[in-house]
Nanobody, 123 residues
């Protein structure tokens, strides 16, 4: 059974940093690309970033480019999202997704999504 468990969310002030983690199990983690998506209050899901299966390629939404970094540790079967210079508009529930392929193509389909972790950016 595929399981994706996010952690690391919390309440931070604007300008601060936070690192999210996603622990994966139930599949060959190193064979699949992974993504982070988020959902702000009252809004739909928004793609944030994707990383290829081996970690060599990444892609980012314009809203987070230069501030967020997606990475993975295939030995530990864990996906990360390092978030810096956080803004109030980054407030959302953040989800990790298992993609169906191995590339960093943001448009490829996903097969599973975790339960999410809340990130709140407020002074």
């Amino acid at each position: 059974e595929v399981q994706l468990v996010e952690s690391g969310g919390g309440l931070v002030q604007p300008g601060e940093s936070l690192r999210l983690s996603c622990a994966a199990s139930g599949f060959v983690f190193s064979s699949y690309a992974m993504s982070w998506v988020r959902q702000a209050p009252g809004k739909g899901l928004e793609w944030v970033a994707t990383i290829s299966s081996k970690g060599g390629s990444t892609s980012y939404a314009d809203a987070v480019k230069g501030r967020f970094t997606i990475s993975r540790d295939n030995a530990e079967k864990t996906l990360y999202l390092q978030m810096r210079s956080l803004k109030p508009e980054d407030t959302a529930v953040y989800y990790c997704e298992k993609k169906l392929d191995s590339t960093a193509n943001r448009y490829s389909s996903y097969s599973h999504r975790g339960q999410g972790t809340q990130v709140t950016v407020s002074s």
